[in-house]
């Protein structure tokens, strides 16, 4: 079924539920006010969606790493922002990369000697700047405006093997394949301008936050190529964005805040983005927004979970006031309105209408809401062990870690991160740091091994060779199928023996048992049990990532493929990683004469095939890649039986 059906479907449900839930024979002071649902247990299933504190600090975690690990440029720093980057693993949120551009820094109203560009707010709506270079020449200085469109022009031709969906969408260069990526390239504001800011900004609950990043001269303001709707034609006015603030401030939020923040991301994806009427109208940065003006208010004491029912509701009350009042105002800029954009103009009235009628449910459909959100098979760990949870949370959390580098310059770099923030871990007391650091380390040795082989191809060196072999012998304990890359290179070379016995251990092994990324089988159990447990080994023989990649410039995959990958759209070719596996271990048995063989890993290909279109949506990329293999095995497999006939025909004639 396609996803859009699915929403449609969910939303169809939800708007019933809405309508069952408010009591009409109640009055408006007693509607939706009533307690007729056990906080304790919303609490408890709230945890199970969005995750405990301990689930929340592991993703913080493994992110602080991963991101350590890949920043080795000396022109850019990456943030992980967004949703991801805060600690939550919503299905339906992008991943959120900021570029900050750190030698070309921005000082806010006057020059400095250590910036390259300054900021006026003069002539600028509220909550923008313009930004000025000067230029010398020899007889007088010259400034000019740095604009929007210029740069967002010159961040573009920087950018290699575009997808076919690649857009540019507002300060983000955004594609929707595999999963949705958007990479936002940023200014910075010079620590000493933020400073000041921050000086004069007074609050009440991120106090500590505050101070510590004025110890540390932490750069937490950027200037983003993102303008306003109206009135700045000429493309001069920036964006002044706080989202590294942000970050900081939501990872400082108790957990009853934090899941507060989550459940009313649910809420706005369940009451409106499923609604085409109101789709796109309230985003996650308003939520945020009325989540701060509220921790303003609100003394941290009542932040508990017997007072979750109330604090979602409070956070209901202020977002529905600001919209009453058609302003909704910046946390930071106060007199910058976020209510100002025309289709939350066009749509305000039927906001606000189905906004009031969440407000008026009973508890009970805020805990229905919830449930349609329940990943699958969570329930299966409500009763495990605390080490098997946590486990699952790692491997939820390294789902994000990709590992992947351009070059081979890069790769050594973030190779010496790694080795660098390793030493300084204790395996015991930091096991998490230590597991996201290696499984980082021997994803990026993988991406060595797929230099090194297309090296090789390019100029046929044997050195190429045994160094991408050498690296991809490494890189095969990174999980369940890390082994499927060397395969892949053994195939390549015809040395189908080692492949078969390199993959046969694996696809033999392989538990019917996938609780999302994680093989759960009893060894897996077992393996929980013992003290202490090491992380590191349960990834590489229970942490699965469901899909291989084939990038279009490589040269690392069968001759069979060749045509498919180099001519796809998107910059990778993706597919199912069982069904590959058995792609592979049929080729082998077809390059190999054994027709036995080329029958059981075609029937093991399908059943794979079948499995994985069982778990995704209609239309999904992957699933049509993962068809290619099963329609490539069986056209050869179909001429293989039909030269066998021959053969058998021809020895019964003689």
Same mark, same amino acid.
């Given at each position: 079924m396609e996803k859009d059906k699915v929403d449609e479907i969910l939303n169809t449900f939800l708007q019933q539920a809405r309508i069952a839930s408010i009591n009409k024979e109640? @009055?408006? %002071? +007693?509607r939706g006010i009533q307690d007729d649902c056990n906080p304790n247990l919303f609490w408890k299933q709230l945890q199970l &969606? =969005?995750?405990t504190n301990e689930d929340v600090q592991i993703r913080r975690e493994v992110n602080e790493m991963y991101m350590y690990a890949l920043n080795v440029s000396h022109q850019t720093c990456e943030y992980m922002s967004g949703s991801k980057g805060e600690g939550f693993l919503f299905s339906w949120s992008d991943i959120d990369v900021m570029a900050s551009r750190i030698l070309f820094t921005i000082s806010m109203e006057s020059s400095h000697s250590e910036c390259y560009y300054v900021a006026t707010r003069s002539g600028c709506q509220p909550g923008y700047c313009q930004i000025l270079k000067t230029s010398n020449d020899d007889r007088n200085v010259c400034y000019y405006f740095l604009s929007r469109g210029a740069f967002i022009s010159s961040i573009e031709k920087q950018h290699f093997n575009e997808n076919v969906d690649h857009t540019n969408r507002g300060p983000c260069l955004s594609t929707n394949y595999p999963d949705g990526f958007d990479r936002c390239v940023a200014l910075p504001v010079h620590i000493d301008s933020s400073n000041r800011f921050l000086k004069t900004f007074h609050t009440t609950f991120w106090n500590s936050v505050k101070s510590n990043i004025l110890n540390d001269r932490v750069t937490v303001m950027h200037c983003v190529p993102k303008g306003p709707e109206k009135g700045d034609e000429e %493309?001069?006015?920036?964006? =002044? +964005?706080f989202s590294v603030l942000e970050r900081y401030i939501v990872h400082s939020l108790n957990h009853v805040q934090f899941c507060c923040y989550?459940?009313?991301r649910i809420l706005l994806r369940s009451v409106l983005d499923w609604n085409a009427d109101t789709k796109d109208t309230i985003s996650s940065y308003h939520i945020k927004t009325v989540l701060f003006h509220v921790l303003e208010d609100i003394h941290q004491d009542f932040w508990i979970p017997q007072n979750i029912f109330h604090c979602v509701r409070i956070c209901l009350t202020r977002l529905l006031l600001f919209l009453l009042r058609d302003c909704c105002p910046n946390y930071f800029i106060p007199e910058s @309105?976020?209510?100002v954009k025309s289709r939350f103009i066009q749509r305000r009235y039927e906001i606000q209408q189905k906004l009031r009628e969440a407000y008026f449910c009973k508890n009970s459909y805020f805990t229905l809401t919830l449930c349609l959100f329940f990943p699958i098979n969570i329930q299966e760990l409500e009763f495990g062990s605390n080490v098997l949870r946590k486990f699952y949370s790692v491997c939820l959390a390294l789902n994000l870690v990709k590992g992947y580098q351009t070059t081979y310059r890069e790769c050594i770099h973030s190779v010496l991160n790694i080795m660098h923030l390793l030493a300084l871990q204790d395996d015991q007391e930091n096991n998490v740091r230590a597991t996201a650091l290696k499984y980082t380390w021997l994803l990026i040795m993988r991406r =060595?091994? &797929? =230099?090194?082989?297309?090296k090789y191809v390019l100029t046929g060196f044997p050195l190429y060779l045994m160094s991408a072999e050498v690296a991809l012998m490494? #890189?095969?304990? #990174?999980n369940v199928f890390g082994s499927i890359y060397l395969a892949s290179l053994w195939y390549s070379q015809g040395r189908y023996k080692l492949c078969l016995k390199l993959l046969h251990n694996v696809t033999v092994n392989m538990s019917p048992? /996938?609780? @999302? +990324? /994680? /093989?759960?089988?009893?060894s897996l159990i077992t393996k929980c049990r013992e003290v202490p447990c090491d992380y590191s080994l349960l990834v590489r023989h229970h942490y699965r990532k469901v899909c291989v990649d084939m990038h279009r410039t490589s040269h690392l995959f069968p001759k069979d493929l060749e045509n498919f990958v180099k001519t796809c759209n998107v910059s990778e070719f993706i597919v199912f990683d069982k069904a590959y596996a058995y792609f592979l271990l049929f080729l082998c048995y077809h390059d190999m004469h054994k027709r036995a063989g080329c029958s059981r890993m075609l029937s093991s290909l399908q059943e794979s095939y079948k499995e994985f279109q069982r778990i995704s949506f209609k239309g999904d990329r992957r699933v049509q890649n993962t068809k290619i293999l099963v329609d490539i095995a069986e056209t050869k497999m179909k001429k293989f039986s039909e030269v066998y006939t021959c053969l058998c025909v021809n020895e019964s004639n003689v």
């Open positions: 109640d @009055n408006q %002071e +007693s &969606v =969005i995750g %493309e001069r006015q920036w964006l =002044i +964005s989550g459940f009313m @309105n976020l209510f =060595i091994g &797929v =230099i090194m082989y297309d490494f #890189a095969q304990y #990174a048992i /996938v609780l @999302n +990324s /994680v /093989v759960y089988n009893e």
